[in-house]
């Protein structure tokens, strides 16, 4: 069985900082990577931030590059998305994802969880 289960979202100003969680329940399943998308109001599901567990690598988008950090706690089994100076436009769902291969593309991750709302306002 697989969970995923994202945490920390809410509200915060413009320049602000937020970091959301996912801790993983992984017991059927060892992904190579784990990612973080989001999806804004009427947009399409986009990729944020990687992590390799293969070649302990990062990955980023470049809109966010700078400004927002991946990072895991293998004990806890949790990746963490750690956000600052953020602008209206990261308003978004933000997801979490497990997959066998890094990609930027959605339809390549396996499990997802059921996300998180971030709302940054001007």
């Known amino acids: 069985q697989v969970q995923l289960v994202e945490s920390g979202g809410g509200l915060v100003q413009a320049g602000g900082s937020l970091r959301v969680s996912c801790a993983a329940s992984?017991?059927?399943?060892?992904?190579?990577?784990m990612g973080w998308f989001r999806q804004g109001p009427g947009k399409e599901r986009e990729f944020v931030a990687a992590?390799?567990?293969?070649?302990?690598?990062?990955d980023y988008a470049a809109s966010v590059k700078g400004r927002f950090t991946i990072s895991r706690d293998n004990a806890k089994n949790t990746v963490y998305l750690q956000m600052s100076s953020l602008k209206p436009e990261d308003t978004a769902v933000y997801y979490c994802?497990?997959?066998?291969?890094?990609?930027?593309?959605?339809?390549?991750?396996?499990?997802w969880g059921q996300g998180t709302q971030v709302t940054v306002s001007s």
């Open positions: 992590f390799s567990w293969r070649s302990l690598s990062t």
């Open positions: 992984l017991r059927t399943f060892s992904p190579s990577v």
């Open positions: 994802a497990a997959g066998r291969s890094h990609s930027d593309y959605p339809v390549m991750y396996d499990y």
